[in-house]
């Protein structure tokens, strides 16, 4: 009689998590391939204007970022509330860029030199004098090609 | 005979530590691409070289003034007004004889420009003009360019100018790219972009 009787504990079977790890590794693995550190730290206010004309800046390692706002409100006690130009991690004047510009082609391949795009990642209150000297800078510096980079949307909304 | 079975690993702190990981990557992906637009800057030029002269009609004038107000042409302008006023201008093909050009549809009003070749926009900004303000009028005047182009794209091979060219950039897209190339180019100088900058005056 007892020999058909099954062995039954009252309580429910556990869920199998063995399978869990694989799950957790194959996310794991999807996102290491798709990161892409965080290069700056912004300093500066970085709203971006609207555009809808606008291209894709593909290949990160082919451009430079520059950017320009004003300085984020702790950093406005010491560094005033005019807007100013960032590059890398700190602050820089307009004199700077052209250094900058040397100092990033140095670091790349020979050959990949002429496909380098300047990025401008300007708050969309800054005023055009900076920007214009920003652009002056990189003439000089025969750095020709440049994105202004925005969001995508209505310039109405600008 | 009782088999010894090896002892197991307690794999169950390896989920703990795989999620240690994934929370990491999680928090400094950034996934988006930029976007924005695309120009070239002129190159610096000698002193000396004297600038070619252009006739008045064939240059369309945009100034951008300190409270961000649009002067086209002398007359003020509302922003949603100036894609249109650009298109009307390039398009024009007011010339005559050798100048003229046989696929503009523009009202061919001898004031205006004589054909897309010569047609120049000249942008002055202040030094006080906004960014933003800047970026739209930008944006207006290549989506301009862009509405012309992509009409004789459509006219000439049934495709939308952009989409050519983003199927030039793309490396995954199959089809003949020299081609591709040629037609681009073709409608390139078909409407050149001629957007000329002046330093920004006070």
Known sequence: MSKFKKKKSGELPAVNTASLPDIVFMLLFFFMVATVMRQNTPLIQNTLPFADQVEKLDKKDLVMYIYAGKPLPRYQQTFGTEARIQLNDKFATVSEVQQFIYSEREAKREELIPYLTTALKVDVETNMGLVSDIKQELRKADALKINYTTRTGEVSKN | ?202
Do not use: H
């Open chain 2, 1 to 202: 005979m009782a088999r010894r079975s090896s002892p197991e690993i307690n794999a169950g702190s390896m989920a703990d530590i795989a999620f240690l990981l994934l929370i990491f990557f999680l928090v400094t992906t950034t996934m988006e691409t930029d976007r924005g637009i695309s120009r070239k800057l002129p190159p610096m030029q000698d002193e000396d070289v004297v600038p070619p002269i252009i006739r008045q009609k064939n240059i369309f004038t945009v100034i951008v003034s300190r409270d961000n107000q649009l002067l086209v042409e002398d007359q003020l302008m509302e922003l949603k007004d100036l894609r249109q006023a650009a298109v009307e201008f390039l398009d024009n093909g007011g010339g005559v004889g050798e100048e003229a050009c046989d696929y503009c549809q523009g009202p061919r009003d001898p004031q205006s420009s004589d054909n897309p070749d010569k047609a120049i926009i000249s942008l002055v900004n202040d030094r006080k003009t906004e960014y933003g303000t800047y970026i739209s009028v930008q944006n207006e005047l290549v989506a301009a360019y862009n509405q012309l182009r992509n009409r004789e794209a459509n006219r000439l091979f049934n495709m939308d100018f952009t989409q050519m060219e983003a199927n030039f950039n793309d490396v995954n897209w199959r089809g003949n790219k020299e081609q591709l190339k040629e037609r681009i180019e073709q409608i390139k100088t078909m409407y050149p972009q001629k957007l000329s900058e002046a330093e920004p005056k006070n």
